[in-house]
């Protein structure tokens, strides 16, 4: 049975999220205009620096343009010194049910939002991105499905290669500013790639990009978050499309998750994987059996289409969902074949 937040969670889910992208377009400095550019066809705003300081005429990526943009660099003035409004906001909504992220997930997060990586496309995937599904849907998840003690970050490869614009600092140095025991974990084949940082044997991060043809596991080096990143299989599906969510941490951290459809679906092939243990593809099926039953009542077609994209991937994309499909409750098997 699907538990529901209160309506008054989702009033104040909105009104934060709202806040949050208003604020993120009042950070920049007295003098700051928005520029458009087309890039291949598409039209981007970008935030033109003014004279003087040390990020003089530097321009600064702010996003594709759409109606909602336009509408919001309209207002770009509103909401700059609102974060206890926002603070009250998420107080409220974490008593309503929703799960507050443990200390040290929640901190890494602000300090990538604060450099400006969900600004430039990057994706929180992973348990964290799964905790912020509670708030966006309207619903409580269970406890169990939330425990993480890593952070997985995504960027496509293509917009990594693409995007004309960087963080500040590399990511190493935005870890070391939280804690300066944070260290490079190299790849084991070659130790001058750096793909994951860790803070002793307790917490991890992992950079994680798109797999561009044949299977391959060496990095890729991604110069929009100045990291190498480990190619992965399935990411691309996982990466298309993705949210706004917030985390609940402080007044709202605003960030970019996975669809929840294809969240599910992806948690299912992967689920499967022989690299996976058995642990974890367990804690995968339960995440994905979650958000089948919530989306079955509340988007069923964007969980027929993730799943049918999916399974028309070809041979390997269907065995492993249809293994992981066999171990689901009836329920969610019902929800995917209709």
């Known amino acids: 049975m699907i538990e529901r937040l209160p309506l008054s969670a989702h009033t104040s889910y909105a009104e934060l999220m709202e806040r949050l992208r208003l604020a993120r377009l009042g950070e920049y400095p007295a003098g700051a205009t928005f520029v458009s550019k087309t890039v291949k066809d598409r039209l981007y705003w970008y935030v033109q620096m003014p004279t003087g300081g040390a990020q003089s005429r530097r321009q600064v990526y702010v996003g594709p343009?759409?109606?909602?943009?336009?509408?919001?660099?309209?207002?770009?003035?509103?909401?700059?010194?609102?974060?206890?409004?926002?603070?009250?906001?998420?107080?409220?909504?974490v008593a309503s049910g929703a799960p507050r992220p443990e200390r040290t997930s929640a901190e890494i997060t602000q300090a990538l939002a604060e450099a400006g990586a969900f600004r430039l496309r990057a994706v929180l995937i992973g348990t964290m991105a799964f905790q912020t599904y509670a708030a966006h849907l309207g619903v409580r998840l269970s406890v169990s499905s939330?425990?993480?003690?890593?952070?997985?970050?995504?960027?496509?490869?293509?917009?990594?290669?693409?995007?004309?614009?960087?963080l500040g600092k590399p990511i190493l140095d935005i870890l070391r500013d939280l804690d300066p025991r944070f260290t490079p974990v190299s790849y084991v084949f070659d130790p001058t790639r750096t793909p994951s940082y860790a803070l002793g044997e307790r917490y991890r991060v992992d950079i994680l990009t798109t797999n561009r043809g044949a299977p391959r596991d060496a990095p890729s080096y991604l110069p929009t978050l100045g990291s190498d990143a480990t190619p992965l299989p399935y990411m691309d599906?996982?990466?298309?499309?993705?949210?706004?969510?917030?985390?609940?941490?402080?007044?709202?951290?605003?960030?970019?998750?996975?669809?929840?459809?294809?969240?599910?679906?992806?948690k299912l092939i992967v689920s499967r994987d022989r690299k996976v243990n058995p642990e974890k593809g367990l804690k995968d099926r339960v995440q994905a059996t979650q958000l089948i039953h919530i989306l079955a009542q509340d988007d069923p077609f964007a969980l027929r289409e993730a799943y049918a994209e999916a399974h028309g991937r070809g041979e390997a994309w269907r065995k492993l969902l249809d293994e992981a499909v066999s171990l689901l409750p009836e329920t969610a098997r019902a929800a995917l074949s209709t």
């Open 146 to 166: 939330l425990a993480t003690m890593d952070l997985d970050i995504a960027q496509d490869f293509g917009v990594a290669s693409n995007l004309d614009d960087t």
């Open 65 to 93: 343009d759409n109606e909602a943009l336009r509408e919001r660099i309209a207002r770009h003035g509103e909401h700059r010194a609102d974060v206890d409004d926002r603070r009250r906001l998420v107080a409220a909504i």
């Open 237 to 266: 599906f996982l990466l298309r499309d993705p949210v706004e969510t917030a985390v609940l941490h402080g007044g709202g951290i605003l960030v970019n998750v996975p669809a929840p459809a294809r969240y599910a679906v992806h």
